[in-house]
């Protein structure tokens, strides 16, 4: 079914506005509850993937890395739906929905309006999003950050090579939609400029030279404790 200019632009608002609610659900804050903990006072008080490792263990930081990926998946999977070249109910190859929702979910997730605007940084649902977009150049660039993390050590530059690449990546070709190519281009920079910016401390850090380094294993002297940092955030295993 075809659909006129602004009913277009009333389904862009629409996906818009539910991709950033979705985003919203910190699924870190709403599986530790579930816990009887808060993970924003636990541990760093980060509401990610590493502190729930550290507070809860690894299969529920699996858990809540599976959940915030697909928290990017699923909102642009329903943007591609809705907003089709024109076509309501049809996956459009112009992908405009795609960029809306993917954009939308990430500022719902960092910025929450639910949490006072004070949310995570992000990089499993950019991570998701990225998967939708691109996902072969998404997981290529993600087995090459965690083989780039095992020599450099470097967690904070790992993520920005996991989330930024496919982003420019997925750019470039946006750049080339003979519909709309200035438009994807122009929300797609602005996903990449999200997420640098979230981790601007960590940018300050690395280039003050104070940026943690990744301890993959243990050293003979730490028998009873591991700190590691992945994307900034140290996580201690005992």
Request: net charge positive; aromatic share 10%; with cysteine.
């Amino acid at each position: 079914m075809t659909i006129g200019f602004g009913m277009q632009i009333l389904a862009g608002v629409l996906v818009g506005v539910c991709s950033y609610f979705i985003g919203n659900i910190n699924i870190a804050v709403m599986i530790s509850k579930m816990k009887g903990r808060d993970i924003r006072t636990c541990g760093s008080g980060n509401p990610g993937t590493m502190n729930m490792i550290r507070t809860f263990g690894k299969p529920i930081g699996a858990l809540t890395l599976i959940l915030d990926v697909l928290k990017g998946v699923v909102p642009c999977l329903l943007g591609w739906l809705f907003m089709g070249n024109g076509e309501f109910l049809r996956f459009g190859s112009d992908r405009m929905g795609m960029y809306v929702a993917g954009f939308c979910v990430t500022v719902g997730h960092v910025y929450p309006a639910v949490m006072k605007f004070k949310g995570g940084k992000g990089v499993a649902t950019i991570l998701g999003v990225c998967v939708t977009f691109q996902p072969l150049w998404t997981l290529g660039f993600f087995a090459l950050g965690v083989a780039f993390l095992f020599v450099t050590k470097i967690g904070s530059l790992t993520s920005f090579i996991m989330m930024c690449a496919p982003l420019t990546v997925e750019g470039i070709i946006a750049s080339a939609n003979p519909t709309c190519g200035i438009a994807c281009s122009v929300v797609v920079f602005c996903m990449f400029a999200l997420s640098l910016f979230a981790h601007r401390a960590n940018l300050v850090k690395m280039f003050s030279g104070r940026e943690g380094k990744v301890v993959l294993k243990k050293s003979k002297k730490q028998k009873h404790v591991d700190t590691f940092v992945l994307f900034d955030v140290p996580v201690i295993a005992e």
